[in-house]
């Protein structure tokens, strides 16, 4: 048997950034991906985010690449999103993403930062917070 841990802080948007994720929605949303992650042997440890975005600290295990399991994650809950018309349009996950190891003395301050992320939208938008996130973690942007 393999023992991995390897914890990734994930963040992904909306199609085109738009507000689809109201209180109401996303609440719904978070639930249906967490129970469809734990079905799939998906270990999330946080999922929170704000109205055209969500943060995810999930656990990799070792036959899972972060690809494939935010394939399973974004895909499969777009298609639950649009079954349950809670959008008047078609309901899109923008194809891009972020994500970085989590070391294990970070994991406290990522999972305070995620579970925070209305109180830090009332401060910075997904944009600037993407921006931060592509500056403090040295991505170029291959736009």
């Known amino acids: 048997?393999?023992?991995?841990?390897?914890?990734?802080?994930?963040?992904w948007g909306t199609k085109s950034r738009y507000?689809?994720?109201t209180k109401e929605i996303k609440l719904k949303v978070i639930t249906?991906?967490?129970?469809?992650a734990h079905k799939k042997q998906i270990f999330i440890d946080r999922l929170n985010g704000h109205t055209d975005h969500l943060?995810?600290?999930f656990g990799l295990n070792a036959d899972m690449s972060i690809s494939k399991t935010l394939r399973l994650l974004k895909g499969e809950s777009a298609f639950w999103i649009n079954n349950q018309q809670f959008t008047n349009s078609k309901f899109e996950w923008a194809d891009?993403?972020?994500?970085?190891?989590?070391?294990?003395s970070m994991l406290d301050k990522v999972r305070a930062y995620i579970d925070n992320q209305e109180e830090h939208h009332k401060?910075?938008?997904f944009m600037q917070e993407y921006e931060e996130f592509?500056?403090?973690?040295?991505?170029?942007?291959h736009g």
């Open 1 to 11: 048997m393999s023992f991995v841990k390897v914890m990734i802080h994930a963040v």
């Open 55 to 57: 943060h995810c600290l």
């Open 134 to 141: 592509i500056k403090k973690y040295s991505f170029k942007n």
């Open 96 to 104: 891009e993403y972020f994500a970085v190891s989590v070391s294990e």
């Open 19 to 21: 507000p689809f994720l």
């Open 32 to 36: 249906h991906i967490k129970e469809n």
């Open 123 to 125: 401060k910075a938008t």
